[in-house]
C-alpha cells in the first residue's frame, strides 16, 4: 500500500502570494488532517478534514483553508502569506477520527514553504 | 487545553546502550492516548507507540517501550539497544477524546545522538 504524498516538496513563496499544497492519503484512509512545523518546534494542528468537510481546526486563522476531495486526497491553502508561514507543512492520514490505537496518523514528507 | 513538555532539547547515547526520553503531560480528559514519532532529517513523521489512557499494560514495539506513570502524567520512551539509524528527533503527543477535532497536541521534541 502506498503511504501518504505530498507536493511540492519545496517552495519559494515572497510576502503577500497565495499557495497550494497537495496531499494524496495512504490508500483506505478517510482522514485528512494538516499540521504546520515551524523550524525547530513540535508540529501544530491546522485542521482535519473528514468525508469532505472541515471538522475540526486548530489556532489559525482563515487565511489558511483546505478542500478533501472524494479520493480523500486534501490540498491546504494559503493566502496572504506572511513572513511566519515559513515551515513545514505536514500531510497525515488516517482510518477514522476516532480515539484508538488503531487509527494512527500516517504522516506524509511535508512540504517546506520558505516566504521571502 | 492539552500540554505535552519535553525537557531534553537534547540527548547523546552509545550504540548498543538503552536510552529514555522523557515526556510528561497535562490534560483534565479521563480519555486520551499519548503517540511518540520519530522524525529523521527527511521530514517524515515516523509513528513509534501508542498507550492509551486506560490500557493497564505499558505498550511495547520491539525496541521500544512507554513507561507510562499515568498519576506523575509522564509517557517516557526507552528505547533499547541504541543503533545508529535512531539518531533523529523524537516527538511526544497526546490526543484527547473530547471535542469535536481529533487532532494531536505535539512536545518540542528531543534530538537523539546515537554515538558509535
Known amino acids: 500500500e502506498t503511504g501518504v504524498t505530498q507536493s511540492p516538496t519545496h517552495l519559494i513563496k515572497t510576502r503577500g502570494q497565495q499557495v497550494t499544497l497537495r496531499c494524496s492519503s495512504q490508500?483506505?484512509?478517510?482522514?485528512v488532517s494538516w499540521y504546520q512545523q515551524a523550524l525547530g518546534q513540535g508540529p501544530q494542528f491546522i485542521f482535519q478534514?473528514?468525508?469532505?468537510?472541515?471538522?475540526g481546526r486548530g489556532n489559525f486563522p482563515p487565511r489558511f483553508s483546505g478542500l478533501q476531495f472524494p479520493n480523500y486526497s486534501s490540498e491546504l491553502n494559503v493566502n496572504a502569506l506572511e513572513l511566519d508561514d515559513s515551515a513545514l507543512y505536514l500531510c497525515?492520514?488516517?482510518?477514522?477520527?476516532?480515539?484508538?490505537?488503531?487509527?494512527?496518523?500516517?504522516f506524509g514528507a511535508g512540504s517546506r514553504l520558505t516566504v521571502l | 487545553a492539552q500540554k505535552i513538555t519535553q525537557t531534553q532539547p537534547g540527548m547523546f547515547v552509545q550504540e548498543k546502550e538503552a536510552v529514555t526520553l522523557d515526556c510528561t503531560y497535562d490534560t483534565s480528559d479521563p480519555s486520551y492516548g499519548l503517540f511518540w514519532y520519530k522524525q529523521p532529517s527527511s521530514g517524515e513523521m515516523i509513528f513509534l507507540i501508542y498507550q492509551g489512557s486506560y490500557d493497564q499494560q505499558n505498550a511495547t514495539e520491539g525496541r521500544y517501550s512507554l513507561n507510562f506513570q499515568k498519576a506523575r502524567k509522564s509517557a517516557n520512551l526507552v528505547i533499547s539497544a541504541s543503533q545508529l539509524g535512531d539518531s533523529a528527533m523524537y516527538f511526544c503527543a497526546m490526543r484527547v477524546s473530547s471535542g469535536s477535532a481529533r487532532q494531536l497536541t505535539f512536545g518540542s521534541g528531543t534530538q537523539l545522538t546515537v554515538l558509535p
Open positions: 478534514y473528514y468525508r469532505e468537510e472541515e471538522n
Open positions: 497525515a492520514s488516517s482510518p477514522g477520527t476516532t480515539l484508538s490505537g488503531a487509527n494512527v496518523l500516517t
Open positions: 490508500s483506505g484512509h478517510n482522514t
